[in-house]
């Protein structure tokens, strides 16, 4: 399974629609203050709703309003997050802080930020899907989170037949057992970064591998001092 487009609105320095497919590797490239980083932290604020989502009583449909609180504090991320300090969360949502001010102003303008996700599942997952959820579904799977003031909505914006709405737990929770998306802050201490080297060992079925590196100083030829900060290297290691 593999997130495959993201696409968001109403986010902080994001007005209309901003998306970009993601591949094996991808690069988001352009100037500074243009909305980059936060594309990748809508990314993982969505995961961290349907992972919230999972967690919430069986039976509640998608499209149902749940108050932001409940459902993020449901989200079963919990690891190094909850070491920091502060929220004890690397993303979170607070509408006065994330929502636009500038989309504030328009008159009958939409007041919620908007995340959409489409997912890609292999042709064995797509049996292990329908297996576990009761539903089938052809390769891609989109899920769509709505954030306003104080509630959250998860849609599943899926063409055909099928309880695609009652089973809403159970969807979220198959995609939270197979994908988890991590924001790495561009600026981090050493504490931090060794904390989400943690985590990634924790996860277990992400099988990653991680390398923390710790900072040395070193001198040259012409007496300056080099001071190399804390790298954290991945790879992916497959049983």
Not at 97 to 120: C, I, K, M, N, Y
Not at 140 to 149: D, F, G, Q, T, Y
Not at 192 to 210: H, K, P, Q, R, V
């Amino acid at each position: 399974m593999r997130l495959s487009r993201v696409s968001v609105r109403k986010y902080r320095s994001i007005d209309k629609a901003a998306d970009f497919a993601v591949g094996d590797f991808t690069v988001l490239v352009g100037p500074n203050n243009q909305g980059k980083s936060n594309l990748l932290r809508a990314a993982v604020l969505a995961m961290e709703v349907i992972e919230g989502w999972a967690g919430l009583p069986r039976g509640l449909p998608a499209g149902r309003e749940v108050p932001t609180e409940v459902l993020l504090r449901g989200s079963h991320r919990g690891t190094w997050r909850g070491r920091r300090g502060g929220s004890g969360r690397d993303v979170g949502y607070n509408w006065e802080q994330d929502f636009p001010l500038f989309a504030r102003e328009r008159r009958g303008g939409q007041r919620s930020t908007v995340v959409h996700l489409d997912f890609e599942l292999s042709t064995d997952e797509q049996t292990a899907f329908r297996d576990e959820t009761g539903v089938s579904i052809n390769q891609k799977l989109p899920l769509e989170v709505s954030l306003k003031e104080r509630t959250v909505t998860l849609s599943i914006p899926k063409q055909g037949r099928g309880q695609h709405k009652e089973k809403a737990r159970d969807i979220a929770k198959f995609l939270t057992d197979r994908i988890k998306l991590l924001h790495i802050p561009a600026v981090r201490t050493g504490a931090t970064a060794l904390g989400m080297a943690e985590e990634i060992l924790a996860s277990g079925g992400a099988n990653y591998f991680a390398h923390l590196s710790t900072p040395r100083c070193s001198s040259n030829s012409n007496g300056l001092t080099k001071l190399s900060l804390p790298t954290l290297s991945l790879s992916s290691r497959r049983p």
